[in-house]
């Protein structure tokens, strides 16, 4: 009996179930292994024995598992401890591989998954402990290293710019518009940002503005390029990444002044860089009319405006980590090369997990327009192949069909 | 030379130029008119004569607007005086239309729309003016009296029903997961919050609590509630519209303490309903975390997400406003009547503009859940036929293609 198991860590993505079944069917064909496991909430799951099997799904349900949003094994964010320090978790954890007969773990995850890969393949060939550790890449925020882009990004790209053509549509019907801004996720990088910027009309991109956090966000000069568009267009429409910093360095939001406890339970935060910067333009009577929209977790779930590239590539991931697996690798992740953009293609390799984990991808400098409120083209020709193709979803009852796994049954 | 002229006013939403297209795609085949002109931000701009034609719109360039949101001619809120006591506008308006040969006016809006069409036709029938004004009903909110529902509707629930859904996956993949808030349009009724409620997993709805406007908000029976369900399930997931008051009647949302200048720039409302009631849950500590996702614009603009049922449906009132006025009525707005669910079907039918204006469609009463934190399945039942059909979008380079009407070509 040889198994392997499979699991998701940090925050989901639309495809990151895509990967899942990219394990799980490519074993379906090359029958490696006797039983792909599902390890439920990651690594802090499987440390409490939380397993169910995944090789027990029929290939129907596989296919609704492709196309299904959100991490369906569940999540964590755990961190293992620092094996010198306390291997009890190590333990613990070659334990059940040991009892489940697994000799390969695959981690779908983003850059503190990659850690966990790199920790699990280290201490295992420190003790001669022979199991395989496997990264396969996730997420939405495309700030890993050492691959082309992230499964998980191009999706929530097309999100975005799907939601910012539709909203700027929206956003200058009146005779009198006012600013807009829409703020998307990415704390440390930009790539979210600026995927907004694919939002075109008539060849034209609809965003006057972009803020990333990789370009430190100067109030006076902000609400001076505000002003200046909004008198010539009577409208504005800016996009903001949560992330953005001011000179100090200071992530802006808006605070609750009345909030003084330290129980635990935090306070509301009123509003994140949207509402500040909302704030910033009114409390300066830049424009008298101001809305913000704010994606949130709907960038990182919405399957049914999903890129197929993206999809495609969330599975081809998952199906290449079963070869490169049967081929006797560990300690790696599944990185992505593109081959060209006419036509786009890209091929797979792999890459220590080491050299990801821990590590993050800004967006680059030189792909920050000069007035560092914009992107470049290079920019925009990078971003454009990854949001191409439409899936075909099961609709039911004018609903997409989403497939919930028994987290209950398990093994 | 018989024209006639269209305009759009009040919010927009999803399928307010699909009922455009209805009105010129029926004019191009039975050209009962000569041209269909097209009012540049609905009356605001036609007493500024800002007038384009639509019949030189191709085949193809209809077929895009019928699939592109919000309101392609620009949109105005403006109320007009009554004549008695203001009739200037009154004499400009029809001077404008006999200037251009205009036999007819449709106006596609909401109640204060409907009040527009009541007035311009009651002023004429006064004067023995020879003119007809039709109104075609447009809203998300789905609040219009003496129509089974409005076209703009079924795709708003459609877009509300499909996010909660995915958001609601996206919700409960930690081992320790919090309180999701979702925030829907509808200042004075509960049918976009109640629509969350199509959202089902496995048959079962997975939206926990719905509040609605018509129902009062009793902070400490919510507060009991909530906390149940998150003590047994370990999340919760809740919807509440902008609209819902607290028991003296109040829109509950959290004020910038800071703003006391009264010049006409209002300043930042620094959180809705949905920001309001995340701190309620974090002050009296019922989850360590919470989540709010506020819809804003996005669900009355997302066409990608559009329901065909309401996207033919908006055709089809243009279309029969088209009918009706080439058998010479005036005054009505166009009616939707349900014949039935199984199948469904609808017919169209005229009511007096003046019955609908100014009123407001209440969420039924014995639609709300005993607890008053829910509705009924019959609720479930007038929504659910709304939302079914999806269309297939023309896609350009992996958005979209909608269309730009060109505004500044004046006639």
Redesign the interface.
């Known amino acids: 009996m040889k198994n392997c198991m499979v699991a998701q860590s940090g925050g989901?993505t639309s495809v990151i179930n895509s990967s899942v079944a990219g394990v799980v069917g490519e074993n379906n064909k090359i029958k490696y292994y006797d039983n792909v496991y599902g390890g439920i909430?990651g690594i802090?799951?499987i440390l409490q024995e939380r397993i169910i099997n995944l090789s027990k799904l029929t290939d129907k349900d596989l296919e609704l598992l492709k196309y299904?949003?959100?991490?369906g094994l569940?999540?964590?964010?755990y961190k293992m401890d620092d094996f010198n320090k306390n291997e009890e978790e190590y333990l613990k954890f070659f334990q059940i591989l040991d009892m489940l007969d697994v000799q390969t773990f695959f981690y779908i995850g983003g850059n503190d998954s990659m850690d966990t890969v790199s920790k699990l393949s280290e201490y295992a060939s420190l003790k001669g402990i022979d199991k395989q550790i496997i990264g396969i890449p996730k997420t939405i925020d495309n700030d890993l290293l050492h691959t082309d882009h992230t499964p998980g990004y191009g999706s929530a790209a097309?999100y975005i710019?799907?939601?910012t053509?539709?909203?700027y549509?929206?956003?200058?019907?009146?005779?009198n518009n006012g600013v807009f801004i829409l703020e998307t996720m990415g704390r440390d990088t930009g790539w979210l940002a600026a995927s907004a910027a694919?939002?075109?009309?008539?060849g034209e991109s609809v965003v006057d503005f972009i803020y990333l956090p990789e370009k430190e966000f100067i109030e006076e000069k902000f609400l001076s390029e505000v002003s200046d568009v909004f008198q010539k267009k009577n409208r504005a429409y800016i996009v903001v990444s949560e992330g953005v910093k001011d000179e100090s360095g200071e992530t802006l939001f808006?605070r609750?002044?009345d909030s003084k406890t330290h129980?635990?339970?935090?306070?509301?935060q009123?509003?994140g860089v949207g509402?500040y910067i909302?704030?910033v333009i009114?409390?300066n009577?830049i424009a008298?009319k101001?809305?913000?929209?704010?994606l949130?977790?709907?960038q990182?779930?919405?399957?049914?405006?999903a890129?197929m590239t993206d999809i495609e590539e969330a599975y081809l991931v998952g199906k290449q980590a079963m070869k490169y697996s049967a081929q006797g690798h560990t300690g790696f992740m599944v990185g992505m090369k593109r081959l060209g953009n006419n036509p786009y293609e890209i091929e797979t390799y792999r890459v220590e997990a080491s050299k990801v984990a821990n590590n993050i991808k800004y967006f680059p400098k030189e792909w920050i327009a000069l007035e560092g409120n914009n992107i470049t083209d290079e920019a925009i020709e990078y971003m454009?192949p990854l949001?191409?193709?439409?899936p075909t979803l099961p609709?039911e009852?004018?609903?997409?069909k989403?497939i919930?796994l028994n987290k209950e049954n398990l093994i």
Do not use: Q, W
């Open positions: 989901p909430n802090e799951g299904t949003p959100a991490a569940g999540s964590c964010r097309k710019a799907t939601t053509l539709e909203t549509l929206d956003s200058r019907i009146y005779p694919l939002a075109k009309l008539n808006i609750d002044s129980d635990g339970f935090s306070h509301a009123l509003g509402k909302e704030k009114k409390d009577k008298p101001t809305r913000v929209l704010e949130s977790v709907a990182r779930s919405a399957m049914h405006l890129s454009a949001i191409i193709g439409e609709i009852e004018g609903l997409p989403y919930d």
